[in-house]
């Protein structure tokens, strides 16, 4: 059995509890922290179709993706689309399906989508409501059925539709700039 430790040896406890004691790299950006991850202020979550919005988690602009809460209440469907570079979700409440799989992403289920794939986001009509985290990479390509190109959607996009909304209700076209790095 291995028992060696990520810890030097030679580090006193009191050398494992003493934090780093030089500065970060002036390059690099702040972290981010969001509390209330789910919002009790629904103005925070941006309209993207009829029952269905997503909230904002990080948008990074020097490696173009973004991380958001897909919400859908009742039934709902999230235009079809390709992914030319992988996403990862986990279901934090209710549960979806892609109209072209079999399978159904349940409450604490993690889904990976490889690049290329092609496919429909359904909340069936007995789902109250659906909650999803994404980390999308790269773009969302909105296709219709034969894979025709109907417009498309990275973080840009995405900050854009923040803005404008935020503008709208009051939270100030500025609020979004907290989840930019």
Known sequence: MNTTSPIPVAATQEERWT?????QPKESPPELIVPNVIPTDERVWVPVDDNVWFRPLLFCVSRGYWMNLLKVRR???LSR???PLPVHGYVLKGQWRYLEHDWVATEGSYVYEAPGET???VVDPDVEEMITMFQVNGAMIYVDPDGKCLGYDDTFTRIDKCRAHYAQNGLGAEYVDQFIR
């Open 119 to 121: 496919h429909t986001l």
């Open 81 to 83: 689309h390709r992914h």
């Open 19 to 23: 934090p780093y004691r030089h500065p």
């Open 75 to 77: 039934a709902g469907v």
